[in-house]
């Protein structure tokens, strides 16, 4: 039976990126992009099956700012398939990007160098808004759209015989100190992006707990630093070309400079469940090993 893949943002980006790499792995696969923007998404789905002809490749289309949407998406699923073996929940904003010129200058003259560019920490505040169900946009974006759509996709997720994988785009920007609980949708912040991808990260381990024993299971992956149609717009382009020699030299010293989505997809496939399995095996099989040492040697002693 083919594999069945859905990828939230698949219309640009890590997402797009995303998407071909999954169908160069599995001509077979069954991937379903879930776009809200229904003719990018026809462009990508038929340049997807032009480059791979033995793939299914579909559409859902879906605004996870918007919830209704959500809940008809779900619906749609549901009754297209009958289980997804991965989810990538990866669309995701940070609107109206504000940098903070002081802290680029002072940071690129110091040892932080490295630690601000990959974490974006103290250069980036946003601009956020509510949406028509009067929450954060980026929190429901980010955050909470994806946690609606697991909820009503559990169906489709949850099967004891297999298990399902969900895999999040999270981001080094997240940080715990931007998160609060009094205020999870970080409405009296500045830094909703990085308050949204740490909240990804706790809703991941909620998730796990909440899950696993359904067969359900959730990991957080961060792209790395990339020029993608979300962080074209921190910087006018001049300075992006002005940045970008400093940041290729950078990439010696840090891996997190992944630079293109291309590069950026590699986190995310490397958690393949066959390799994860093996591993899980290997280790077994060490405990086992290391166990009979132990009991030899104390009994020897
Ligand atoms: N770029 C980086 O350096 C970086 C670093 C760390 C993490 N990330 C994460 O990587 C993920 C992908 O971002 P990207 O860099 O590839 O940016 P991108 O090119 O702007 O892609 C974002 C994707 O999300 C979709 N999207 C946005 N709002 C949506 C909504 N309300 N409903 C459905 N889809 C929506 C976009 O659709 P449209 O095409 O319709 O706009 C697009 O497909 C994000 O979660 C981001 O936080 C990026």
Same mark, same amino acid.
């Not at 946690?147 to 169906?155: D, K, N, Y």
């Not at 001049?238 to 590069?263: E, G, K, S």
């Given at each position: 039976?083919?594999?069945?893949?859905?990828?939230?943002?698949?219309?640009?980006?890590?997402?797009?990126?995303?998407?071909?790499?999954?169908?160069?792995?599995?001509?077979?696969?069954?991937?379903?992009?879930?776009?809200?923007?229904?003719?990018?998404?026809?462009?990508?789905?038929?340049?997807?099956?032009?480059?791979? !002809?033995?793939?299914?490749?579909?559409?859902?289309? #879906?605004?996870?700012?918007?919830?209704?949407?959500?809940?008809?998406?779900?619906?749609?699923?549901?009754?297209?398939?009958?289980?997804?073996?991965? #989810?990538?929940?990866?669309?995701?904003?940070? !609107?109206? !990007?504000?940098?903070?010129?002081?802290?680029?200058?002072?940071?690129?003259?110091?040892?932080?160098?490295?630690?601000?560019?990959?974490?974006?920490?103290?250069?980036?505040?946003?601009?956020?808004?509510?949406?028509?169900?009067?929450?954060?946009?980026?929190?429901?974006?980010?955050?909470?759209?994806?946690?609606?759509?697991?909820?009503? /996709?559990?169906?489709?997720?949850?099967?004891?015989?297999?298990?399902?994988?969900?895999?999040?785009?999270?981001?080094?920007?997240?940080?715990?100190?931007?998160?609060?609980?009094?205020?999870?949708?970080?409405?009296?912040?500045?830094?909703?992006?990085?308050?949204?991808?740490?909240? #990804?990260?706790?809703?991941?381990?909620?998730?796990?707990?909440?899950?696993?024993?359904?067969? /359900?299971?959730?990991?957080?992956?961060? !792209?790395?630093?990339?020029?993608?149609?979300?962080?074209?717009?921190?910087?006018?382009?001049?300075?992006?070309?002005?940045?970008?020699?400093?940041?290729?030299?950078?990439?010696?010293?840090?891996?997190?400079?992944?630079?293109?989505?291309?590069?950026?997809?590699?986190?995310?496939?490397?958690?393949?469940?066959?390799?994860?399995? +093996?591993?899980?095996?290997?280790? /077994?099989? /060490?405990?086992?090993? #290391?166990?009979?040492?132990?009991? +030899?040697?104390?009994?020897?002693?």
């Amino acid at each position: 039976m083919r594999k069945a893949v859905l990828v939230t943002g698949a219309s640009s980006g890590v997402g797009l990126a995303l998407c071909k790499r999954l169908l160069e792995e599995d001509h077979e696969l069954h991937l379903c992009l879930a776009c809200r923007n229904r003719s990018k998404a026809e462009a990508v789905c038929e340049a997807l099956l032009a480059s791979h !002809p033995l793939a299914e490749v579909s559409i859902v289309q #879906v605004d996870v700012s918007n919830l209704q949407s959500v809940f008809r998406a779900s619906e749609e699923l549901k009754q297209r398939f009958q289980r997804l073996d991965y #989810v990538y929940l990866n669309a995701g904003i940070m !609107p109206n !990007p504000q940098l903070n010129i002081k802290a680029l200058f002072s940071g690129l003259f110091s040892r932080k160098v490295i630690h601000m560019f990959s974490t974006a920490e103290g250069l980036l505040t946003q601009e956020d808004q509510i949406t028509a169900d009067g929450l954060q946009e980026v929190f429901e974006t980010n955050v909470f759209g994806h946690f609606i759509l697991i909820q009503e /996709l559990a169906p489709l997720l949850c099967h004891s015989d297999s298990p399902s994988q969900l895999i999040w785009t999270s981001s080094r920007n997240a940080r715990k100190s931007n998160f609060c609980l009094e205020d999870i949708q970080h409405s009296r912040g500045q830094e909703p992006y990085s308050s949204s991808k740490y909240a #990804v990260d706790l809703l991941s381990v909620a998730v796990n707990r909440n899950f696993n024993s359904r067969g /359900l299971y959730s990991s957080v992956v961060c !792209p790395g630093t990339m020029v993608t149609n979300m962080t074209c717009g921190i910087l006018p382009p001049f300075v992006w070309t002005l940045l970008m020699p400093i940041i290729w030299l950078l990439r010696f010293f840090a891996n997190a400079f992944t630079l293109t989505p291309y590069n950026g997809t590699e986190a995310l496939m490397d958690l393949d469940e066959d390799t994860a399995e +093996k591993f899980y095996q290997n280790l /077994l099989e /060490l405990e086992k090993h #290391v166990r009979a040492t132990i009991q +030899k040697r104390n009994h020897q002693s």
